[in-house]
């Protein structure tokens, strides 16, 4: 895994200092301003929280080339392919706490068991899991006395106005939430945890630690638990620490949809990519950090997360968010915003699809690697066998059968029933696989999601482009193609990216085109005196004016001062000079 850089190592500024140059950074086309020639964002135009970075092309190719891409696109790259890593395989791996009853064997690390989804958490994350758990159990549900039901009475395809109330509740209690996983990391700072999962402090086991901290993420997001945590930590909190709270809301607010829209998409999908990559870089991921002068507040990993344990928390992770999202596209039935239809990957998502191929490709792998250790194994007892029959008996060819030494006691065989079988991408189209493995794999339930919200539609009309991967021969294929796909249709295309928002620790190294969004006017054509008629502005003359932007149009000016001349030809009262042909003239 040398190919992945550690991308959760990166030096974060502090939020009172001047980013220097990134020399990582590639330079940027012809034609297109060095980064480093353009004075950087400096605290001030940046004070009021994270901001967009890019509005036109000339920011698009600014953003293909700087730090903040590469660092993205390495992060996503290493969610999935620290599931092929050597420490994955059958002489690698470590023991678990899974109790030996569970359906889930040690022996498949590739595997995710969705009754243990806290077992590959650092205290950060488990707080994170907990908040989304309760977004996706209590918030929609209409039973529940915190539940937001969609308005059944809402005639439309796209779009249940709901939404909206729900955004605004994920606002006003993400503060809770996102101080919930930052008090969880900092109450467990001094803690790394061993291959055996105790905690080396007081004795207080993993889960334990574990467990606690997911009630407390729960519990911030939930009605009580987070006007609660946002009265007591404010007071706890210094300056620093609220703009990284702050920044990480933004990132937060942006991973679920638009609330003036009501849709959803792959930009979405990729702000709570950035978010993660944001807590990565705060040493979120692991268990133990330390603050140090030199970075300026923000805590630094002292257990730097491995490709590894990236990809294991990412995987338990999406898990609870597809949760979440899934909930809210099939009940607010959100918009597929930027959606390709039938040309496209799928309506709403990418990434998930490239996690659950990689996770295939490591079970093919671990599959040939545990081959291999069978085989080791059988020439050993063949060995064995023979040493043991030459040792105990001579050969002789008139002895009985019944005199010849019982053979070995057989390998035991691994309990799950789908360890020996093959699977190659075409078992999507497998029905009763997918029911049966659908929580365990990532890529089996995003392929049983999208036939469940389209029952009635053949796989290969509703989405011809996943038809067409199941034809494909290996999952490593199938995955560095959905790497290039995210890179070229997300992370390349500025109406997904131009919504990117950027701070002090996702940070942009140029200056944008301007300085703010494009505001549509406050006024505009409006109807004549007698609301009968619609006139233009320089139709009109006198106190009728209309006025656009708040000031008349310059033409309208005209046309009053060669009113009040006596300059017009004709005797319009409105003062307008006829209309003539070039050629009447």
């Known amino acids: 895994m040398d190919d992945i850089p550690a991308v959760c190592n990166v ?125 996706s159990t209590t918030w929609m549900d209409g039973n529940h006395s915190d539940g937001l039901p969609p308005d059944r009475k809402v005639k439309a395809r796209f779009g249940n106005p709901v939404f909206r109330t729900w955004h605004e509740r994920l606002v006003n209690r993400s503060y809770g939430i996102v101080n919930c996983l930052m008090d969880c990391r900092v109450s467990y700072n001094n803690v790394c945890v061993g291959e055996s999962g105790n905690t080396g402090g007081d004795g207080t086991s993993k889960e334990y630690i574990l467990k606690e901290c997911f009630e407390k993420g729960y519990e911030a997001a939930s009605s009580e638990g987070s006007s609660k945590l946002q009265a007591i930590n404010n007071i706890n909190t210094s300056p620093k620490e609220e703009d990284i709270i702050a920044e990480l809301r933004a990132y937060l607010h942006d991973s679920f949809g638009h609330p003036i829209r009501i849709d959803y998409g792959t930009g979405h999908e990729s702000s709570f990519i950035v978010f993660l990559l944001s807590l990565c870089k705060i040493g979120c991921f692991s268990w133990g950090s330390s603050t140090s002068a030199d970075s300026g507040g923000i805590a630094q990993s002292k257990c730097s997360p491995s490709p590894q344990s990236i990809s294991l928390a990412s995987l338990s992770l999406f898990h609870a968010y597809l949760n979440v999202t899934r909930g809210l596209q099939r009940d607010y039935m959100l918009e597929p915003a930027g959606s390709h239809g039938v040309w496209g990957l799928d309506d709403y998502h990418c990434v998930p699809f490239y996690l659950g191929a990689c996770q295939m490709m490591a079970r093919e792998q671990w599959q040939q690697e545990r081959q291999k250790q069978t085989q080791k194994k059988k020439q050993q007892l063949k060995v064995e066998k023979e040493e043991s029959e030459g040792d105990l008996i001579p050969t002789n060819p008139y002895l009985p059968d019944a005199a010849l030494p019982s053979s070995t006691t057989p390998m035991p065989l691994d309990t799950h029933n789908d360890i020996l079988e093959h699977w190659n991408p075409s078992i999507i189209h497998t029905k009763q696989t997918l029911e049966a493995h659908r929580q365990t794999y990532l890529y089996f339930s995003c392929i049983h999601f999208i036939q469940k919200i389209k029952p009635n539609v053949p796989f290969f009309e509703s989405s011809p482009m996943l038809n067409d991967i199941s034809s494909i021969g290996s999952w490593s294929k199938v995955a560095s193609g959905l790497l290039r796909l995210y890179e070229g249709e997300v992370l390349d295309k500025m109406p997904v990216v131009q919504h990117f928002v950027f701070g002090k620790i996702f940070a ?78």
């Not at 080339?65 to 395989?89: D, I, P, Q, Y």
């Not at 494009?518 to 209309?546: H, Q, R």
């Not at 932007?549 to 006596?566: D, E, K």
Request: proline share 11%; aromatic share 6%; charged share 15%.
């Open 508 to 585: 942009a190294n140029w200056t944008p085109s301007r300085k703010a969004p494009l505001e549509a006017p406050k006024w505009t054509f409006i109807n004549g005196p007698g609301g009968d008629e619609c006139i233009a502005p320089w139709a009109i003359s006198g106190n009728n004016a209309v006025r656009v932007g708040g000031a008349v149009g310059s033409a309208g000016l005209q046309r009053q001062r060669s009113s009040s001349n006596g300059s017009s030809a004709s005797g319009d009262p409105r003062g307008m000079a006829p209309t003539r042909a070039p050629w009447a003239t």
């Open 11 to 135: 030096k974060v500024q502090s939020p009172t200092t001047t980013q220097d140059e990134n020399p990582d950074a590639a330079a940027p086309p012809s034609g297109v301003a060095a980064s480093s020639s353009s004075p950087l964002p400096t605290p001030e135009t940046n004070s009021s929280g994270p901001q967009r970075y890019i509005y036109t092309q000339t920011d698009m190719e600014h953003f293909k080339h700087s730090s903040a891409r590469k660092e993205l696109l390495s992060f996503v790259s290493a969610m999935g392919k620290g599931l092929t890593s050597k420490e994955n395989t059958v002489d690698n791996q470590t023991s678990s706490s899974t109790p030996s009853t569970s359906p889930f064997s040690t022996t498949t690390p590739h595997c995710y068991n969705p009754n243990q989804p806290l077992q590959h958490l650092s205290p950060a994350l488990a707080s994170l899991h907990g908040s989304l758990t309760c977004m």
